[in-house]
């Protein structure tokens, strides 16, 4: 027998050995299926319908979306996902889109240092008394970004983009309003 076979059949042993002296774990209680419940406690079952993920897109109503970006703006959703977005036509403002974004995890220090990276221009804002970030793309007066701390945890941020050559009102008036909007019902 060679050395290696030795040390192989050595280690299978010392596995072995760990194994049958219960190296394993009992935990009490009973086993459910993924996303069961025992329904004592007063707890209610748990959602496994899905149909509650994308509620933030829904936080600002639609008519509430089309004041804060201009008079008479016709409002239609146009992506749910990661982001929401929105398309914006009709109205004194032209046409263009709205972008909703909540990052769970994200920060402000986060947020400018990205926008430093792309090189876009960032100013530290107030919005209902919270420190914010307002932030254009360079050479682009047609669009504009606002984040605010959530009301529980991480970032949220609306971006303006009406098309260019549009007649508008300032973008970042719109994404501002869009951001006190959202604060004010996450209260």
Known sequence: MTHRSRVAIVLTAAALTAALAGCGKTVPGTALPAGGTTGTGGKSPINTNFDKLLRECTVVAIDDIGKAVGDNMYVSPSFNGAVCMWELTGGSAGSGMVTLNWYEQGSLANEKQNNDRLKYV??????????????????????????????????????????????????????????????????
């Open 122 to 187: 960032s100013n530290d804002i107030t919005v209902q008394g919270r420190r914010s970030v307002e932030t254009r793309r360079p050479n682009d007066p047609d669009s504009c970004g606002v984040s605010a701390p959530a009301a529980d945890t991480g970032i949220v941020g609306w971006w303006v983009n009406y098309r260019s050559g549009s007649q508008h009102a300032d973008p970042c008036d719109a994404a501002r309003k869009l951001v006190e909007l959202t604060l004010n019902l996450a209260r």
